[in-house]
Nanobody, 127 residues
Framework: QVQLVESGGGFVQPGGSLRLSCVASGFPFMYYAITWFRQAPGKEREGVSCISDADANTYYSDSVGDRFTIPRDNTKNTVFLQMNNLKPEDTAVYYC????????????????????WGKGTLITVSA
């Protein structure tokens, strides 16, 4: 059974940092890409970062740029999302999703072609 479990969310002040974890099970983790998404209240879901499988190429949305990084540890079946210099607009529920590769929509946004998602973890950035 495929499972993805996010953790690491919480409350942080602007300019602070958090590291999210996405722990996977039930599939050969190293052969899959993992994408982080977020959804803020009243807004559409947004893909923020993806890491591919074997070659571990990484991709980021313009909205997070070089503030976020997405390392993976295949020995622990885990992908992280290191978030630095957090801004109030980063407030959202963050989800990870599995896919066979990183992919983009026709509008150039990170997207995913799978129904395998975690349940999410909430990040609140506020003074």
């Amino acid at each position: 059974q495929v499972q993805l479990v996010e953790s690491g969310g919480g409350f942080v002040q602007p300019g602070g940092s958090l590291r999210l974890s996405c722990v996977a099970s039930g599939f050969p983790f190293m052969y899959y890409a993992i994408t982080w998404f977020r959804q803020a209240p009243g807004k559409e879901r947004e893909g923020v970062s993806c890491i591919s499988d074997a070659d571990a190429n990484t991709y980021y949305s313009d909205s997070v740029g070089d503030r976020f990084t997405i390392p993976r540890d295949n020995t622990k079946n885990t992908v992280f999302l290191q978030m630095n210099n957090l801004k109030p607009e980063d407030t959202a529920v963050y989800y990870c999703a599995r896919d066979v590769h990183c992919r983009w929509s026709k509008t150039g946004n990170l997207t995913v072609g799978t129904n395998y998602w975690g349940k999410g973890t909430l990040i609140t950035v506020s003074a």
